[in-house]
């Protein structure tokens, strides 16, 4: 019989399970991703020790994760289903401006002025126009999706100063309850210590909107129709569409998806800036579409998933957060941020060729 103990094997067994449920919802393919970040995390402490204050977390980097965290999630629906959606910092810099305009001057007279529900509501409809702009482009003339998007790049940054009155920004400022989406906070009475030396600032509410945006789209993906579509047409299109899959319809809601997230992205620019500038989304784009590849997703589509990107977004805004603590040169956090995206893409081409001999020497076998 064996000398060890009944109750000393189920609680090694349930810890096991304990390990392989955090394993199966992190997912294996991003425990490399965690670890990253743990290290990182680790590094920019050392050097900075303000790095973990709440001042700093709730602050600095829980905001500034926020605008490409949304653009991610909406970038990743896309990516997946094989597509690629490079106007979204364009989509937010025109829904940045809608949603000022909307806020100062009400809607056709009908709504007033001040309302914050106006401003938002107004900001992700453009952004679902201007999304299923993109859509339809791709399905309806079949543009390359690369091509469509630089080209919308373009044009709809040119749209967002035609919207915005002489071409110059529009202050939202006067309308507190507006920019309180961009600087309020919740729970922010909390008798929480102190970390790092600094007191509890409360949640940011855009923190909350990020996390709240995260879970709908995570459910979307993982448990309904439309996300099993999406890795379907991103494994193989023509085999979805022999499936019964309405491949027109479904990429064209996956990119009003993408736009109309990359429009409440902008709203939130607008409230945090407290201003609806033309430029407000310039540059998010890079940012978002290296945090989904970072992420694991594949450059082929059909692979990929929030909790990745999730990990991917943090770990940039950590990087980006911790440079500026230490106080290393904007331009070498560029190249830094470039780096990743070449990086990111190279190992997510590396895990797809060792995949695929790993299928060809199967094959081989046991034909």
Do not use: C
């Not at 050392?46 to 653009?71: D, E, R, T, Y």
């Not at 507006?178 to 855009?206: A, C």
């Not at 940012?287 to 694991?296: K, P």
Request: aromatic fraction near 6%; charged fraction near 10%; charge should be positive.
């Amino acid at each position: 019989m064996s000398d060890v103990p009944a109750t000393a094997v189920s609680e090694a067994a349930r810890k096991d399970g304990i390990l392989r449920r955090v394993i199966n919802a992190v997912g294996v393919d991003n425990l490399s991703l965690l670890l990253a970040l743990v290290l990182v995390i680790f590094v920019v402490y050392l050097q900075q020790p303000l790095f973990l204050s709440w001042q700093n977390l709730m602050n600095s980097l829980a905001q500034s994760i926020v605008i490409v965290g949304l653009m991610a999630i909406g970038e990743t629906v896309v990516i997946i289903a094989g597509g690629l959606d490079i106007s979204v910092g364009s989509v937010a810099s025109v829904a940045s401006v809608t949603a000022a305009i909307a806020v100062t001057s009400g809607l056709f007279g009908i709504l007033p002025a001040g309302s914050m529900q106006l401003g938002l509501i107004t900001g992700i409809v453009t952004g679902l126009i201007l999304g299923t702009g993109n859509g339809l482009i791709v399905t309806i003339l079949r543009v390359n999706p690369i091509i469509a998007t630089l080209g919308t790049l373009a044009a709809y940054a040119g749209l967002a100063f035609l919207v915005a009155p002489g071409g110059k920004p529009v202050g939202v400022i006067t309308q507190p309850d507006f920019t309180w989406l961009g600087s309020g906070r919740f729970v922010d009475s909390l008798p929480i210590p102190l970390l790092g030396g600094s007191p509890w600032t409360g949640i940011p509410v855009l923190f909350v909107i990020l996390l709240v945006v995260t879970i709908l789209v995570h459910i979307l993906m993982k448990y309904m129709d439309f996300g099993r579509a999406i890795y379907a047409i991103g494994g193989n299109a023509t085999a979805a569409r022999l499936a019964g899959i309405n491949v027109t319809r479904v990429k064209i809601t996956m990119y009003a998806l993408s736009g109309g997230i990359a429009g409440l992205a902008g709203v939130l620019l607008t409230g945090r800036t407290t201003s609806g500038n033309p430029i407000n989304g310039v540059g998010f784009e890079l940012q978002a579409i290296t945090a989904v590849f970072l992420g694991g997703a594949a450059t082929t589509g059909g692979k990929g998933t929030i909790v990745g990107t999730v990990l991917a977004f943090i770990l940039v805004g950590v990087l980006n957060n911790g440079m500026n603590l230490i106080g290393i040169n904007t331009y070498y956090q560029k190249v830094a941020l470039g780096g990743l995206l070449i990086g990111a893409v190279a190992v997510a081409q590396w895990r797809q060729a060792r995949a695929e001999r790993a299928r060809t020497r199967i094959a081989a076998a046991s034909a």
